[in-house]
């Protein structure tokens, strides 16, 4: 096995997969939804369908995960039953072993067989609401929130069906219900709850796409689904309810505000906070340091100023910008970075341009050329009262995220794999008000955790 943890006898497939054309889903009365019981009717002769049972034979008789989409971000599944292949997540990721996986389930008669224990007598899909094994203070979150990218914790029977590496050798388990009918096809069909954290190597940013994955997991795992990008682009809210008040372990596609409008949620408590912990994680994310691109990664409050770039960049002569609300091309120009010369040249979400080490005065008339960039803008600036176009110049990077909570959220670690693609040394991020819509407490709290500095300008 290579350094990275490649292994030259894995050889990585990508399988496409649309779900639609998998064949149609049918559910059960009374609740007519996923929270009930439901089945899928498959399309026979569909390339996709094959595909798609292809890596449901993988999830059932391998110790090799798979990775595949899930609504938040590509998840890195096994089957959650069996230790070794359990252990074949920690293998890939190159994952800390006291870092907790979340299972996903399909049904909630598939979670209450999770909760009943193996001694458990009764049918899980049958049992009254007074002796719901799943506890009263999560049914008005289920019902409002599930299928979705909310994470609950409970507690873990005894004996438990689950591999004992699911936990961490916590008492409790993570839990949730994808809303993506993909990956809901793929633990129905497959008969087993999946354990599954992210499909990154461990501390890289999430991977949104399939592509993100096979750069991180290429010759570490088999299989790899790609059912196109990820509609959320955070990973999941996680919330423990059997503590009183309850609280949320991790931010993500449920805020704060949406819980407190559920019964029995009105005074959830913050029990995470944006750094790494020193104690044992009661839930992923919350004790090692995650999401981080290669590239350092600043987080910057307020404006972005020629002068910061120069003195936090270190020796890096090349940066990247992430741009959300307030780093407009107007801004940035009063502060002596110019993005609006004639030579600058659009590449997708990227913008290339040059700027001067010292504070710049931009100078559109001169084009330089440079092999690394299509029409890298050359500057003028004046020093001792002469006009310098000689000195050194910074190579500029910039992406924009988007003004709303939602496509930051999306584009975020998209994002910081591109710029770290482009070879920059350093990332200068904008923050963003976490008031800024129920997304946003989660993106500043995957970027506190991403970055190496935070400024106030």
Avoid at 70 to 87: F, H, K, M, P, W
Avoid at 337 to 345: C, D, F, L
Wanted: net charge negative; charged share 20%; with cysteine.
């Amino acid at each position: 096995m290579s350094r990275n943890g490649c292994d030259s006898h894995i050889v990585t497939h990508v399988l496409p997969i649309d779900v639609n054309k998998t064949g149609n889903f049918v559910f059960q009365e009374p609740e007519n939804t996923f929270l009930g019981d439901w089945h899928i009717r498959l399309s026979q002769g569909s390339g996709d369908t094959e595909n798609l049972l292809q890596a449901v034979e993988q999830l059932r008789t391998s110790n090799l995960p798979i990775a595949f989409p899930t609504e938040t971000v590509y998840g890195l599944g096994a089957d959650a039953t069996r230790d070794d292949a359990v252990a074949g997540i920690y293998k890939a990721k190159q994952r800390p072993a006291d870092n907790p996986l979340i299972v996903h389930i399909c049904s909630l008669t598939q979670l209450r067989q999770l909760l009943m224990s193996s001694s458990g007598s009764q049918s899980p899909s049958s049992a009254p609401q007074e002796q719901d094994p799943i506890p009263a203070i999560y049914h008005p979150l289920i019902s409002r929130f599930w299928p979705g990218p909310l994470t609950i914790l409970l507690p873990l029977p005894e004996p438990s069906s689950l591999a004992r590496s699911v936990t961490g050798n916590l008492s409790t388990f993570g839990v949730r219900m994808p809303s993506s009918r993909l990956a809901l096809a793929l633990i129905h069909l497959a008969g087993v709850p999946i354990a599954a954290p992210s499909a990154n190597a461990s501390t890289r940013p999430s991977p949104t796409t399939a592509a993100h994955v096979l750069h991180d997991l290429f010759g570490r795992i088999k299989l790899i689904i790609d059912g196109g990008s990820c509609l959320v682009g955070v990973e999941s809210t996680v919330v423990d309810g059997l503590v009183d008040p309850p609280v949320v372990l991790r931010p993500g596609g449920v805020s704060v505000e949406m819980l407190r409008q559920c019964p029995g949620w009105e005074n959830v408590a913050l029990g995470y906070t944006d750094g790494t912990e020193a104690s044992a994680p009661r839930a992923p994310g919350m004790k090692y340091k995650h999401y981080s691109p290669t590239a350092r990664v600043i987080l910057v409050k307020g404006n972005l100023s020629i002068e910061l770039l120069t003195t936090y960049r270190g020796k890096a002569n090349k940066i990247g910008l992430a741009r959300t609300t307030t780093w407009t091309d107007e801004g940035l120009a009063a502060s002596g970075i110019s993005m609006t010369s004639p030579a600058i040249i659009a590449e997708g979400k990227l913008r290339k341009f040059r700027i001067q080490k010292a504070a710049a005065i931009p100078h559109s008339n001169k084009a330089n050329v440079n092999g690394q960039y299509l029409q890298p803008t050359a500057v003028q600036i004046s020093m001792n009262g002469e006009n310098r176009d000689d000195l050194d110049f910074i190579d500029v990077v910039s992406t924009d995220l988007g003004s709303e909570s939602t496509s930051i959220a999306q584009n975020l670690f998209s994002a910081l794999r591109e710029l770290d693609l482009q070879g920059v040394d350093v990332i200068f991020v904008e923050a963003i008000d976490v008031s800024e819509g129920h997304t946003a407490a989660a993106v500043m709290n995957r970027l506190r955790k991403a970055a190496e500095l935070e400024l106030k300008s």
